[in-house]
C-alpha cells in the first residue's frame, strides 16, 4: 500500500485546505454492511469505504484498507471534505452531502491531477 502517498495527499490537504480541527487518517479492514441506515437487512452487503468522525478535538477519518490504493485515496478526499465542510454547514451538526460540501470536494480535488 502506498501509505506515502496518502501521507503526502493529506500533507498537502491541511496546507492548501486548512480544516477548524486537526484531521487524523486511520486505515483499517472494514466488514461489508448488512443493514441500512434504517437498520433493516439488506440483499446485497454494502461496501463500506471509509468514514469521518467529527470529535470534539479532531476529524478521524477511516479508511477501508480493502480498497485499492487509488480508491483508499478517492476516499481521503471524500472525507476530508467533510472535515473542511463541516464547520460552514450550520447547526445540523451532521456530516452532509449538501452544495457546501460539493464545493470543498471541488476544491479538494483541485490540488491533484486524478
Ligand atoms: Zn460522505
Known sequence: MRTKRLRWILRVL?????????????RASLDNLYRDD????????????????????????????????????????????????????GESRKLLHDRVWGICYARCWRHFGM
Do not use: F, M, W
Request: net charge positive; proline share 9%.
Open 14 to 26: 491541511r496546507k492548501a485546505e486548512p480544516t477548524d480541527l486537526p484531521v487524523v487518517v486511520r
Open 38 to 89: 434504517d437498520n433493516r437487512p439488506v440483499d446485497k452487503p454494502i461496501l463500506l469505504t471509509g468514514y469521518c468522525l467529527a470529535r470534539p478535538t479532531r476529524y478521524v477519518i477511516v479508511v477501508n484498507t480493502r480498497l485499492s490504493a487509488r480508491a483508499q485515496e478517492e476516499v481521503v478526499l471524500h472525507e476530508y471534505a467533510h472535515a473542511v465542510a463541516y464547520p460552514l454547514q
